[in-house]
Nanobody
Framework: QVQLVESGGGLVQPGGSLRLSCAAS????????MGWYRQAPGKQRELVAS???????NYADSVKGRFTISRDNAKKTVYLQMNSLQPEDTAVYSC????????????WGKGTLVTVSS
């Protein structure tokens, strides 16, 4: 059974930092591209950051220079370090695992809430 379990969300003041973690099980983690998405109230889900199986990273323009995605294949975990958080970063952050070759596999975690407020 595939599971992606996010942790690390919470309430933080503007300008603060959080580190999100997503622990995977039931998949060969190292071959999956991993991503962090977020969905704010009343808005569509958007890609925040991604890291390929080869280690290449990509970021939404709104978080470049503030957020850093990384992965630890030995721990089957992907991280999202979020610095200089702003109220507009408030959202449910979800982890995604994607593998596409001769077949396609795509999995989602349930998400963790990040609230940026004073």
């Amino acid at each position: 059974q595939v599971q992606l379990v996010e942790s690390g969300g919470g309430l933080v003041q503007p300008g603060g930092s959080l580190r999100l973690s997503c622990a995977a099980s039931g998949i060969i983690f190292s071959i999956y591209d991993m991503g962090w998405y977020r969905q704010a109230p009343g808005k569509q889900r958007e890609l925040v950051a991604s890291v390929t199986s080869g280690g290449s990273t990509n970021y939404a323009d709104s978080v470049k220079g503030r957020f850093t995605i990384s992965r630890d294949n030995a721990k089957k975990t992907v991280y999202l370090q979020m610095n200089s958080l702003q109220p507009e970063d408030t959202a449910v952050y979800s982890c995604n695992a994607n593998f596409r070759a001769t077949s396609w596999r795509n999995y989602w975690g349930k998400g963790t809430l990040v609230t940026v407020s004073s």
